[in-house]
């Protein structure tokens, strides 16, 4: 087994050496995705001296487990499905429709707690970094890339501490740029690589957001 990260910290430090040509760009800026993104999108913008902000995406999990991705959404009009496992599951569109409307409130609640009144940074025109704990199904990093590439960035860049293999593939096969230190040959998930995977909460995504935000 590969060497495991000892928390978010450690790995966004790591991870932060791995994107070191991007460190003093002046059009460069990171956004992470909450929760467990943002303490890794912390010190990635730490160490290359770039602002912070977050993109916020939920998760449709499958009625009943929702631990299992159906598809995501991100932004005020994208929404990520996958169509496989709804059509494996044969979920209803009703479902899709109750799970898209829950977690769209879920995620306004979301925006409105973590920026605390700062307007959202724009990504138009910048290197635009989007860093996550970890990369397995793809499904919320998908709907994050689809609504930052929505405001015409230079350049996207995904960067994630450890990740799925194929995963990671399938973003560089649709023309992402993938950074990922940490890619095992066998994966199962993200918190498998953490010493100390403990949920981060909002409080504590306030106080990074805050301390990473130019005043």
Known sequence: MSKRYRDRYEAGRQLARHLEGYAGLEDAAVFALPRGGVPVGYEVARALHAPLDVCVVRKLGVPGHEELAMGAIAGANVLVLNQQVIERLEISEQAIE??????????????ATYREGRPP?????????LVDDGLATGSTMR?????????????LIVAVPVGAADTCEQF??????VACPLV???F?????????????TDEEIRELLHAGTPA
């Open 98 to 111: 109750a799970a898209v409307k829950r977690e769209q409130q879920e995620l306004a609640r979301r925006e």
């Open 121 to 129: 940074l724009s990504a138009a025109g910048r290197v635009a970094i």
């Open 143 to 155: 709907a994050a890339v689809r609504a930052v590439r929505q405001e015409n960035p230079a350049r």
């Open 172 to 177: 560089r096969r649709e023309g992402v740029e």
């Open 184 to 186: 095992p040959e066998a």
């Open 188 to 200: 199962y998930a993200v918190g498998m690589w953490y010493e100390d995977f403990t949920q981060t």
